[in-house]
Each structure stands twice: as structure tokens, then as C-alpha cells.
């Protein structure tokens, strides 16, 4: 499942690459520190930005498995090519999660999918990873955080339609949305894992008008349909912040957080 554009995977991939937390990826450098090899899982991959981030960070000799249900995209992930070994493979995620998890591997990664889920497709994958005593590295999960300036009345509204509209069902059945980040580490730790969390939030600087004018118009988009706010107040609103935008005022931060969940007792 990716359910995203390959132009919007690009937009995005910088200001993922610079928001992933620190310690949390040197948590997972660390743990895999003294190995030669690695097997590598990653859900939900898109054009596997998750690859290239870690790529450099872990031992030499790499294979990856990259999984979406997306062929579109899964055709250009295929194309990174060796090194390291890279395998794609079409799976309906929330359908087959298992299958994309058969076979030897060392580690499950994925981007951006946690707040997509439901809880009960959450608890599948912890079970699932849990099972087979596989860690997992979760990364830029969105927490509902949003802070924008100057600030506008109608900000706050627009964010809670926002942050409802992530509770729909995105493929998975209804998801936990913002919740996801923080039961995501609650679930593991009643697994038996140890996990290591921190911030990896997006903040969008004036410079950044591209990337802000997207999540801006997808914000009116939505809330249109998630709030009592009329169509003329949200466009008022848009403009508002298109103004700021053209004026290199607009300062934008979207809260993510990062999480690296280990069994308890691996080496």
C-alpha cells in the first residue's frame, strides 16, 4: 500500500531525509554495527527513499526486499539496483502482510505508513514481528502536531479536520491517525521490546514554498469535508496563506516521530 503520488514521494524525500531522528537511526546503526550482512524488509516502500536513507548507515553487504502494492512505483525502486541487492514484490499489505515477511531477514523498516493503519493491523505487524524476534524501524509517523506562522484564526480548525480525516480508513480499516505513533511504542514495549523513539518533524522555512503550498492546498482539501467551515472560508483561508507564502513569511512545522523497537535479549 502507498496510496501516493511519484512526484509527491520526491517532493517530500529531502525534508524526510533531514527530520529522521538522529538517535533514533543511531540506535539501529548500532545494533547492526558488528554484522557483515543484512536482510531488509520495507513496507510500503514507494520509490525507496527509505533504501537510499539507510543504505549508507548499515553493513556492506545489503539485500533488500522492497514491498508495495503500487507497481508504478515499485518499478522505479526496482531500479536502484546493486549495490545492494534489491528485490520487488507486489503485496497487498493489508491483505498479506505475512507474505511480505516470509523468509530470512534481519530487520523490518517502513516510512511514513504507521498513521495510515489501524490498530488492529498495528497489533498484526507487532505480532507478526514479534514472532519472528525481528526489530523494526518505524519512521516519520505523523503525530498530529501542526504549527504554522503567522498564525491564522481558522488554523486549528483546518488541523482537526485534518487530524479526523487521518482516522479514516486508509486501506486498513479506520485508522489510529495521530494515535498511532505513541501506541505504536506502548504495543511493542508490551511485546517484549525495547524502543527507542524521538521527534523527526518537518520544519518548513520560508525557502520552502513548494513543498508548504502542497500541504496547504491538500489541507483545504480535506477539511472541507471534515469540518462545519463553509468552502468560501477555507478558500479565504488558502489565499490567506498563499499571501504569506508569496511574501516569505510562512514558517511551517508537521510533527513526526521515529521509533526503533528491538526484542529484548537480541545481540
Not at 38 to 43: P, Q, Y
Not at 116 to 145: C, F, H, K, N, Q
Not at 151 to 158: V, W
Amino acid at each position: 500500500m502507498s496510496g501516493f503520488s511519484a512526484e509527491w514521494l520526491a517532493l517530500r524525500e529531502p525534508y524526510d531525509l533531514a527530520a529522521r531522528s538522529a538517535d533514533v537511526l543511531d540506535a539501529v546503526i548500532r545494533a547492526f554495527r558488528a554484522h557483515e550482512t543484512i536482510a531488509v524488509v520495507d513496507l510500503a516502500c514507494g520509490t525507496g527513499a527509505t533504501l537510499r536513507a539507510l543504505r549508507p548507515w548499515l553493513p556492506a553487504r545489503q539485500s533488500w526486499r522492497l514491498v508495495d502494492n503500487d507497481l508504478g512505483l515499485l518499478a522505479r525502486a526496482s531500479k536502484l539496483g546493486a549495490p545492494p541487492q534489491v528485490t520487488a514484490r507486489p503485496v497487498d499489505l493489508a491483505r498479506d502482510l505475512e507474505l511480505a515477511l516470509e523468509g530470512p531477514l534481519d530487520l523490518i523498516t517502513t516510512s511514513a505508513l504507521l498513521d495510515l493503519v489501524s490498530p488492529e493491523w498495528l497489533d498484526r505487524l507487532i505480532v507478526e514481528a514479534a514472532v519472528r524476534r525481528l526489530p523494526v524501524y518505524a519512521a516519520l509517523t505523523y503525530d498530529g502536531r501542526v504549527a504554522i506562522e503567522p498564525p491564522e484564526m481558522l488554523d486549528a480548525d483546518l488541523v482537526a479536520g485534518f487530524n479526523r480525516h487521518q482516522r479514516t480508513d486508509k486501506g486498513f480499516g479506520p485508522a489510529a491517525g495521530p494515535m498511532t505513533a505513541v501506541r505504536a511504542a506502548e504495543r511493542f514495549s508490551h511485546f517484549g521490546y525495547s524502543v527507542v523513539q524521538g521527534p523527526s518533524d518537518w520544519v518548513l522555512a520560508p525557502a520552502d514554498r513548494v513543498i508548504q503550498e502542497a500541504l496547504f492546498s491538500a489541507l483545504a482539501q480535506v477539511d472541507v469535508r471534515t469540518t462545519a467551515l463553509s468552502a468560501a472560508a477555507v478558500t479565504d483561508w488558502l489565499a490567506r496563506r498563499r499571501a504569506a507564502l508569496s511574501a516569505g513569511r510562512s514558517r511551517l512545522r508537521i510533527g513526526h516521530l521515529d521509533i526503533f523497537a528491538r526484542p529484548m535479549g537480541s545481540r
